[in-house]
T-cell receptor, first 112, second 112 residues
Framework: KQEVTQIPAALSVPEGENLVLNCSFT??????LQWFRQDPGKGLTSLLL?????REQTSGRLNASLDKSSGRSTLYIAASQPGDSATYLC???????????FGSGTRLQVQP | DAGVIQSPRHEVTEMGQEVTLRCKPI?????LFWYRQTMMRGLELLIY????????DSGMPEDRFSAKMPNASFSTLKIQPSEPRDSAVYFC??????????FGPGTRLTVL
């Protein structure tokens, strides 16, 4: 059974800092990996999707990498802003089941 | 498009009562997913449908939980009888593929 772990569970940084969120998964037979953002009381918004054949994806100040063989992904946020404060969730889609398995998330707070 | 619509947004009920959560997917999306999010277990897939047919219900916790999708624009998740441990936020998501899912705002259920 696929398990997804995210480290750290919480992170507080000053505005402008570059930061890295980590995600690891136990079964490397994935179809893709996604990073989501969740604001308090809201649903999830997909930020980046990396197919299993890709190594990274970029969108604005966000960059996500994937190392399928080692079961790891990182989300890099450049020049963090208070508006980036949210919970960031990593999820993998298995080749067989094609449904998403989520990590428990990293709660990020960016201090102005 | 209005996005995925869920109702009610908040539900408070007494233990033993029947609870029905509703979801309207984005028009044209033929995948529909029900998730549950708790502090202890994070975000878990309960069931998903493709073209109104249940594909994977392995995440449905007990027989007290049932889900239906009578047509392409409506789905329900029913809990009967409800228990305090069912308290959680229930999300519905829809998509045209299993991987890129659009989430609704969620229903916060409290069972007293």
């Amino acid at each position: 059974k696929q398990e997804v772990t995210q480290i750290p569970a919480a992170l507080s940084v000053p505005e402008g800092e570059n930061l890295v969120l980590n995600c690891s998964f136990t079964d490397s037979a994935i179809y893709n990996l996604q990073w989501f953002r969740q604001d308090p009381g809201k649903g999830l918004t997909s930020l980046l999707l990396i197919q299993s054949s890709q190594r990274e994806q970029t969108s604005g100040r966000l960059n996500a990498s994937l190392d399928k063989s080692s079961g790891r992904s990182t989300l890099y946020i450049a020049a963090s802003q208070p508006g980036d404060s949210a919970t960031y969730l990593c999820a993998v889609s298995d080749t067989g089941r094609r449904a998403l398995t989520f990590g428990s998330g990293t709660r990020l707070q960016v201090q102005p | 498009d209005a996005g995925v619509i869920q109702s009610p947004r908040h539900e408070v009920t007494e233990m033993g009562q029947e609870v029905t959560l509703r979801c309207k997917p984005i028009s044209g999306h033929d995948y529909l997913f029900w998730y549950r999010q708790t502090m202890m277990r994070g975000l878990e897939l309960l069931i998903y449908f493709n073209n109104n047919v249940p594909i994977d219900d392995s995440g449905m916790p007990e027989d007290r939980f049932s889900a239906k999708m009578p047509n392409a624009s409506f789905s329900t998740l029913k809990i009967q009888p409800s228990e305090p441990r069912d308290s959680a936020v229930y999300f519905c998501a829809s998509s045209t593929t299993p991987d890129t899912q659009y989430f609704g705002p969620g229903t916060r259920l409290t069972v007293l």
